[in-house]
């Protein structure tokens, strides 16, 4: 089965928040479509960060459920965040309302399914699981980055960030083994990020990961790994305009040219399993 993945979509940076609704919907739809590969899977896992706005993460949602047989997707730490007075105001400052909002408004969509401690689905004899997966926050260092530095000590809400992470652990301990793991945040073998100074505030503590596959996000890069127990790691991050474009390398390209090629890019990607 051919499976696309993508992550941190941060839509509501590539299509700002508009007050006209129509407007905003179909743009949001237009760059959406942008995204599709040319030979699309058959399912699509979505690991996290859709949109700072729920209506808009619905919008994506939606978009998708029309273009694939399946939709799976974990919530990523900016999908609980609450930008703004109004959203404190709506959420009645609490993070965990902004997430049951959302999931209120996609019990339409069928073919679409959202992926949370860790419980197993099976979609064509395919086992697949997957949470946010929370960073424990253990040393001193990385109490300090969350607390003076990470957005999200400030914009998440009476959500209990090491409480979550060991709920999941908890969870993760007697999940069985599955085909495809969905984790916001990506295991702790990728020790690439440590230039962050806090490496567990972008990594997890998964050292036994249960799956042949595993699809990431978070850390807004584009390559695919290979653990030393033979399990593919994937991560896809469209990431924040500017670093889509340097996705491309500027001594190839002209400003113009990479403008140009940014807006044809087709950036979902895709891997087998059998």
Known sequence: MKVDYISDLHLDFHIRHNGNYGKWE?????FL???????????LVIAGDLSHYNIQSKWCLEYFSKQYEHVFFVMGNHDYYLISGGQNKKYKN????????????IPSLNNVTHLYDFEEFSYNRIKIAGSTLWYPLQ???DIDFFNNISNDSKLIKKLDVVAEHSYETFKYEYMEEVDILVTHVPPDILQSHIKYDS??????ELENIKAKHVVTGHVHEQNK??????????INALGYPNEWLNHMNPLEYSKEERMKFALEWNVIKSFEVK
């Not at 479509?33 to 399912?43: A, H, R, S």
């Not at 490496?199 to 997890?204: E, K, V």
């Not at 790994?225 to 994937?234: K, V």
Request: net charge negative; with cysteine; hydrophobic share 25%.
């Open 139 to 141: 040393e001193q260092k």
């Open 199 to 204: 490496t567990s505030c972008y990594l997890n």
């Open 225 to 234: 790994y290979y653990n030393t127990d033979g399990t593919n790691i994937y």
């Open 94 to 105: 609490n993070s965990i309302n902004r997430e049951f909002e959302l999931m209120k408004l």
């Open 26 to 30: 179909n743009k949001t739809h237009l």
């Open 33 to 43: 479509e942008k995204l599709l590969p040319d030979n699309k899977g058959e399912v």
